[in-house]
């Protein structure tokens, strides 16, 4: 019965779309211009149901580190959760503290410093140091410099000597939900830069497309940074803040990056644009902004959200090299581990622990399989 309900409302949306197609033009000035898909690469491994034996139940846990022997995440009820990268239980869990409304905090972005030390950003735009058990907030809403800047969404940070990287989604807007800033291409985002000596916060670069992970090259000068719904990695030059394309041509919306110990990066994927088996949402939301705006109005975004949990195409996961060339692909093409997305790649012995902002698990894959 759930099953032929959500049929029925994916039906009303799709006639909801063709009525506005049908009667009214797109003016053309408005279409988002992505570039096309990525060619597929060799080495591809699909995921089968005996490649899921192995998860952590934690729920929201998107980005992870090492600390201390174990590994960290953050939960989507606010807390701060430790886990054995052998047998995959539960170490400890410590909450977050809240924000000044008291509202519990969801770590997304998550880095460790020399295993001892870690560094994160929360929903609600903050920056904190954890170590000892002791919570130290960096970047807060009483920060004066970063209210002047309007944050909207902190993701994930890299550490660099004595600066900390944060990529901000999208400017602070009261009268948007943050899904619909994640539909309508928006370009507020940016990289700020804190300085952990002088407390001081600096905007790298800006007019981003729902900037999301964030890794420092390995030449040490550069940051790789996911342009989500633009479907590309974008490289700041730390130096300079001159922003470029890297790899233009990704398997879906990048959603984060970490460094292998292969050499190289791991890749995320939050949706695929791979197969016509699914269809792809932000492609067809790019061509009609019309049906875009209309979409994406606070009324129809369950309606969205559920067309594209039902039809929408399965998360990925990818190796490049250092000069941005996809080598190996891992696909969820019948979308097994009925997650939306996958996040972070966390890469531990030989063992791949990947993030879900959804699925309430992380998934555990054997390196060997790619």
């Known amino acids: 019965m759930a099953r032929l309900v959500s049929v029925i409302l994916a039906i009303l949306v799709v006639l909801l779309a063709m009525s506005v197609i049908i009667f009214s033009g797109d003016d053309s000035e408005s279409l988002i211009k992505l570039p096309p898909p990525a060619i597929v690469p060799d080495h591809v491994t699909i995921i089968d149901q005996a490649m899921l034996k192995d998860t952590v139940n934690i729920k929201g846990g998107e980005s992870i580190a090492s600390y201390r022997g174990l590994l960290v995440t953050g939960s989507l009820d606010g807390h701060l959760v430790a886990f054995d990268k052998d047998d995959f239980s539960i170490q400890w869990s ?107 916060v600096t ?11 964030i890794e420092l090259h390995f030449d040490n000068q550069s940051l790789l940074v996911a342009e989500c719904l633009m479907y590309r990695i974008s490289r700041l030059d730390i130096a300079t803040r001159k922003i470029q394309p890297f790899q233009t041509q990704t398997f879906g919306a990048v959603d984060n990056i970490r460094r292998s110990l292969d050499g ?68 969820d093409d019948n979308k097994l581990t009925k997650a939306m997305a996958f996040s972070q790649v966390h890469q531990s012995d030989r063992k791949l622990f990947v993030g879900t902002p959804f699925a309430g698990k992380i998934f555990v894959f054997p390196n060997d399989e790619l």
Request: hydrophobic share 40%.
């Open 94 to 200: 410590v909450p977050c503290p809240p924000n000044s409304h008291g509202t519990p905090c969801r770590i997304l972005g998550i880095r460790s410093v020399d295993d001892d030390i870690l560094y994160g950003v929360d929903e609600h735009c903050r920056l904190f140091r954890y170590k000892n058990g002791q919570w130290t907030w960096l970047l807060d809403e009483n920060n004066a410099a970063l209210k002047e800047l309007k944050p909207g969404l902190f993701n994930d940070l890299v550490i660099v000597e004595n600066m900390v990287y944060i990529t901000d989604s999208f400017q602070y807007n009261p009268t948007k939900h943050p899904l619909q800033r994640f539909f309508s291409f928006e370009n507020s985002g940016r990289i700020l830069g804190f300085n952990l000596e002088n407390g001081e």
């Open 203 to 213: 905007t790298m670069a800006d007019g981003l497309y729902l900037p999301n992970g």
């Open 264 to 331: 190289g990066y791991w890749v995320g994927i939050a949706a695929t644009r791979l197969t016509s088996s699914y269809w792809s949402l932000p492609d067809f939301l790019a061509v009609h902004p019309k049906l875009r705006s209309v979409l994406t109005n606070k009324a129809f975004l369950p309606l969205l959200l559920l067309y594209h949990g039902i039809f929408g195409s399965g998360p990925a996961l990818y190796r490049m090299d250092e000069g941005g060339y996809t080598q190996k692909l891992m696909l």
